[in-house]
């Protein structure tokens, strides 16, 4: 650790709960409470490591405003979230570039601003929570005034439960499309894997649509070669079905019988070479190896999730009813899963085909 991070608010792990440390941390004790409220509530390790970064950054700032938990106002963080914005990260694109949409690209985007504006907002929950004294600070939600646009389409409207609550303090974000690989670029990308572990790794995350960190927690046991079924557990530790590809199958069963080495280790993938050798592979291990196939195979877009998009849209190409893809790709909310039947192009063509000819047969 560098002797200026030693010199600032840190967070640090101790028997894996996670805690402040540094200068001034002895007057944000709450946030070492609210992180081991969210172990206690069985919280994925990340969300709560992720929280915990985002609340060292504004630990970091209320100690450079002056300012303690106590003395936050909703005044305050309005003044948070315009230090938010105005914030500028060193090593990214000057400030003279900008997006197609014209947004800086040297500055946070709007998805890590709401995030932590999340887990500032559980913060002061938390607190009111323990000692109701102590109201919190956060605006309360308003409900929507509007549908969202599946709903409002007509295509979710059987889904409609309540309104879904709006943050007064969360920033508008870009809702971007997924981008698929073409059918040419995954062929490249495939073709330049090697080993039935890569293969097999690849082969999850496009003939299943698992995501990365899916893949790597597979045990042995959650893959049924004979019944040809996965066990996945996805996101909120959600369990969930897949039905394994035949073909991906025997790749599975060759790397089974060829390539995993012996290891006490029940999880499915394991590093096979230098000195981690049987232990599992890591998520940097896993964007090691798409970042060099990358490279090899000159498909620049081919990172883990491209895969899993690409599997989405083929679903939606395909027709597939829309129920049955949010529980084949583990989405929670079905308006996720519907950014998919939008963006399939062979349906949008034939759609377009067809009403061009109708407009055609009237004229």
Same mark, same amino acid.
């Given at each position: 650790?560098?002797t200026?991070?030693?010199?600032r ?5 101790d ?7 540094g200068?001034?941390a ?12 969210l172990?206690?509530?069985n919280?994925s ?5 992720a929280?915990g970064?985002?609340?060292v ?5 209320l100690l450079?405003e002056?300012f303690?938990?106590?003395d936050v106002t909703?005044?305050v963080l309005l003044?948070?979230l ?8 060193p090593?990214r694109?000057?400030?003279?570039v ?5 947004r800086?690209?040297?500055? @946070? ?5 709401n995030?932590?504006?999340?887990a500032v907002s559980g913060l002061?929950?938390f607190?009111?929570m323990?000692?109701?004294a102590?109201?919190?600070p %956060?605006?309360?939600?308003?409900e929507a005034?509007?549908l ?5 389409t007509?295509?979710l ?8 609550p709006r943050s007064?303090l969360r920033l508008r974000?870009p809702r ?6 073409a059918v ?6 495939l073709?330049?894997l090697r ?12 003939y299943?649509g698992l995501r990365?960190?899916?893949v790597?927690a597979l045990? %042995? ?10 066990r ?6 959600k ?9 991906l199958?025997?790749v599975i069963q060759g ?6 080495p012996?290891?006490g280790?029940?999880?499915l993938?394991?590093v ?14 896993l964007?090691t190896?798409f ?5 090899l ?5 081919g990172?883990p999730?491209a ?7 083929a679903l ?5 009813d829309?129920?049955v ?14 950014? @998919?039947i939008?963006?399939?192009?062979k ?5 377009f085909?067809a009403a ?5 047969r009237?004229?």
């Open positions: 650790m560098s200026d991070n030693r010199d608010l840190r967070l640090e792990q028997g894996g709960r996670w805690y402040l440390a200068p001034g002895d007057g944000l004790r709450v946030i070492d409470e609210y992180l081991g409220y172990a206690d509530r919280y390790p990340k969300t709560v490591r929280y970064f985002d609340l950054m504004f630990g970091r700032w450079g002056g303690g938990v106590d909703t005044s003044r948070f315009a230090a938010c914005r105005a914030a500028r990260l090593g694109p000057g400030p003279n900008v997006d197609l949409a014209g800086r690209l040297d500055g @946070y985007a709007a998805a890590t601003v995030r932590r504006l999340v002061f929950a607190r009111a323990r000692d109701p102590l109201p919190s %956060v605006p309360k939600v308003r005034q509007r969202v646009p599946g709903e409002k007509g295509l409207a059987h889904l409609v439960r309540k309104p879904r007064a974000e971007r499309l997924p981008r698929p690989l040419s670029e995954a062929a490249r990308l073709a330049s080993t039935w572990r890569d293969r097999a790794i690849a082969g999850l995350m496009l299943c990365s960190c899916e790597l045990d %042995v046991a959650d893959v049924d070669i004979g019944r040809g079924w996965i996945v557990w996805g996101k909120g530790a369990e969930r079905a897949v039905p394994l590809d035949s073909d199958a025997r790397y089974l019988l060829a390539e995993r012996e290891s280790s029940a999880r993938f394991l096979a070479k230098g000195p981690h050798r049987g232990q599992p592979l890591t998520p940097a291990g964007r190896i970042r060099y196939h990358r490279q195979s000159g498909v620049t877009a990172h999730h895969l899993r998009h690409s599997f989405g849209t939606a190409e395909a027709g597939v829309l129920s893809m949010q529980a084949l790709l583990g989405h929670t909310h079905v308006d996720t899963t519907a950014r @998919y939008h963006l399939a192009p349906r949008v063509k034939e759609e085909d061009r000819a109708r407009i055609r009237q004229v």
